[in-house]
Every structure is written in structure tokens, then in C-alpha cells.
DNA sequence: AAGCATGATTGCAT
DNA sequence: ATGCAATCATGCTT
């Protein structure tokens, strides 16, 4: 406001019927004169710097909004990487095995890419109404540098002052771009709404895996990279599953004992030769003490998981208090058994 | 529509 | 930081 009242009162220097005036002005005899005095006034007053030093000490809300639109690649150089979005996409897409969320994600690039369009089309024009801007007021105090005295570092403080007021008309954009991309974040990339289920393939994988290390259910990092893989979805829904797998199955063992059953089936025949297809015994919840004792608070131990056949059985024993000494702590170790004989059981 | 299954999130404990 | 437990929100089946 302050710099627009500043030129708009000189504007009536300009207006045509003035701009004689004005050169008549300009050629007065007395006009040296005149100009000194007004330096001299000037200089008393002294109101022309001092100002000039406003602190803009860069505002951390601006920065703030910066670094989210940078980390939402709006900001950032073109094409779609370096985004956070992007780099899920990629993830989940890593092993080729996903195409549907990847469908889900072209669907909000292309908005983010519409966002980003109207947001650099709109700094564009600001930047430039800013540089018109300013262009033309520093025309109008050289202009009027001719009949007043106008020091250089008014000229930048006018240059500061216009800059300041088109920066907080930038920060709102950016405040209502970061608004856009919060609201389509929340659309699009908030999978609690856009739940799917995993693929039938992928669940076979993390259930194979879990009921092969029933003993130790706690894949490693490396081996959580794996089986995302191998899902085609990301390491932290591996560590979802499993959290979720643990929990329900020691919650419930029962309900889980035929799926175990099947997949300790599976895996042994996988590992020992492949003959054996018979998958499917359920053997009723007899308490047979055979696998994982569950000495939970009020569960008997009901389960019969026939664990021993895994691979490795404890590769990686970190020691884990819970599931070692709830669920599975003898029996695991059965190295006696060769491959070839898959126990006994699963025959009723 | 109800009810269960399931992936994700949250709060807490370690 | 990680896992557990509870919970939410959605998907699927009945």
C-alpha cells in the first residue's frame, strides 16, 4: 500500500495536461536552486534511508512450504521423479509385479503434474508483474529523480518493498498449492482408503515364508527387501504383514492351523523332492504338543504347525523375547530328520 | 446389510 | 527404532 500511494501521487506529474508543467518545470531558471533546497530538506529530515534495513529474516513458514512442495517434486525440476510418490511408485512397481497401484499412481501424477502446470504458470506471472513491476516504478523515480532528489538506496528499498509484496503474494500460492497437494494426497495416496488386497501369488509368498520360519517369524531387513520383491509391494507392507500375521496368528492359532498345515506341506514337498501332493489334512485341534507350545495366557496349546522343516530354522536369532518363548521353543530343532521323511503325520 | 478378512495406522513399551 | 496390541477403513462373502 505504502509503495502504491507513493506513486500513484506522482502520477499527476504524468497525466498529459501536467507533463507540461512538468517541463516547464524541468527548465525553470530556478530549478537548480529549488533542487538543492529539497536535497537540503532532505537531508534533514533525513526519513530517506533508515528504513532500508527492514529484518526478513526468511520467514520458516515460506521455507517450510518450499521444502514440501520440493519433496512433492511441484517444485522441483521437471518430470516426475524425485517425488516422494514417484519413489512409492517405483518401489512397488520395482518387481514388475504390480500394474493396478501403478494405474493409481499415473491417475495422481497427473493431477500433481496439473498442480505443478498451474503452479508454474502462476509464478511465472507473478514473476514477471513483479519485474514489470518494478521496472516501471524505477522509470518513474528516475523520472522523478529529475525534479526531486531520489537517492539510490530509495530506489532499492522501493525495489525491496515491491519484491516483499509480491513474495507474500507467492507464499499464498504456494499455501493454496500445498493445500491442493495435501487434499490429493489424502484422494489418492492414503491407502487406508484405497485398500487392496494382495495378490493371491503374493500372499502364498509371505505365508510360505511365515510358516517356514514359524519358529522365528522375523524376517531381516534383506529378506523383507526380498519378499517384496518378490510381491511386488514395498518392504514396510512386508513388515505390515508380518506385524499383522504374528499377531492374528497368535491370537488364534486354531484358525490358522489348517492354513499352516497346508503350507508346511507345501514347503516340505517343495524342499525335500517334490513328489507328495497332498495338501490338505487338517488335523483336528487335538493339542498334540508336536510344534509351537503356545503357553499364552489362556489357549491351551492347540496347534500342531509342524515346524522343523524349515530351512534355516534360526538364521538370525536376535534374542526376541515374545514369539520364541510363547510359541515354538522346542521341537524346532529336529535336525535329525532327514529331508526325506516328512515326519509322520499329515496323514490321518 | 451384516459379518468376517485384511492391510494400514496409531499409541505404547522396550 | 522395532514390535505388539488395538483400532480403523476397506474389501469380500454371505
Redesign the pocket.
Known sequence: MTFLSFFLLPSFFLSSPSSLRKHALNCHRMKPALFSVLCEIKEKTGLSIRSSQEEEPVDPQLMRLDNMLLAEGVAGPEKGGGSAAAAAAAAASGGGVSPDNSIEHSDYRSKLAQIRHIYHSELEKYEQACNEFTTHVMNLLREQSRTRPVAPKEMERMVGIIHRKFSAIQMQLKQSTCEAVMILRSRFL?????????SKQA?EVLNEYFYSHLSNP?PSEEAKEELAKKCGITVS?V???F??K??RY?KNIGKFQEEANIYAVKTAVSVTQGGHSRASSPTPPSSAGSGGSFNLSGSGDMFLGMPGLNGDSYSSSQA?G??QEAVTPSSVTSPTEGPGSVHSDTSN
Do not use: H, L
Request: aromatic share 18%.
Open positions: 492414503d491407502a487406508r482408503r484405497k485398500r487392496r488386497n494382495f500372499t522375523y507392507q513388515s505390515n504383514w506385524g499383522n504374528r499377531i497368535k526376541n515374545g514369539w
